[in-house]
T-cell receptor
């Protein structure tokens, strides 16, 4: 059983560009959450998707948006990238109350 | 609002010594509590969790944690540390209702001396 997978592993973008990160949840999991982890900090909750809708959102600007597909996979989109968006982006899937995390996508904005 | 504090930014212990990592939380009710470990450049691996019942929970890799409601704490312990335990450790709280977004602490970096 594959766990949570994320793509790409690493990404380098320029300020002002847009980026899309992808996540495939663990088999049978219907909820996907996204977190941003800046260097040296704990993960910060961005938003959560369930039944293809955004169910909860953290304190992130509208530049951060997402989508969940019928197969429960998800995308995180960030528009107008800032230098401060450089971070490890983690996806987590859950079925009940336990979240399983993917390896993350390392985004560098130059 | 939920919050998690981990008072120790960095801890160094000798291999074979015991370990305790501290975690305090602020939450309106009894939350779900978790400890995760993260090796450099990696994602998060769940060590253990507390939902209800016995306040002493056992996890993987020989770790255990004790939930103390009166102290709003969920400290992680291991009786004998191995060099491979060197990593970053995060405590997290999750709501008991739907939408289990987690609030993470800032993490404690563990170094192990040979």
């Amino acid at each position: 059983d594959a766990g949570v997978t994320q793509s790409p592993t690493h990404l380098i973008k320029t300020r002002g560009q847009q980026v899309t990160l992808r996540c495939s949840p663990k088999s049978g999991h219907d909820t996907v959450s996204w977190y941003q982890q800046a260097l040296g900090q704990g993960p910060q909750f961005i938003f959560q998707y369930y039944e293809e809708e955004e169910r909860q959102r953290g304190n992130f600007p509208d530049r951060f948006s997402g989508h969940q597909f019928p197969n429960y996979s998800s995308e995180l989109n960030v528009n107008a990238l800032w230098l401060g968006d450089s971070a490890l982006y983690l996806c987590a899937s859950s079925l009940n109350s336990e979240q399983y995390f993917g390896p993350g996508t390392r985004l560098t904005v130059t | 609002a939920q919050s998690v504090t981990q008072p120790d930014i960095h801890i160094t212990v000798s291999e074979g010594a015991s370990l305790e990592l501290r975690c305090n939380y602020s939450y309106g009710a009894t939350p779900y509590l978790f400890w995760y470990v993260q090796s450099p450049g990696q994602g998060l691996q769940l060590l253990l969790k507390y939902f209800s019942g016995d306040t002493l929970v056992q996890g993987i890799k020989g770790f255990e944690a004790e939930f103390k409601r009166s102290q709003s704490s969920f400290n992680l312990r291991k009786p004998s540390v191995h060099w491979s335990d060197a990593a970053e450790y995060f405590c997290a709280v999750g709501a008991r209702n739907y939408g289990q977004n987690f609030v993470f602490g800032p993490g404690t970096r563990l170094s192990v001396l040979p």
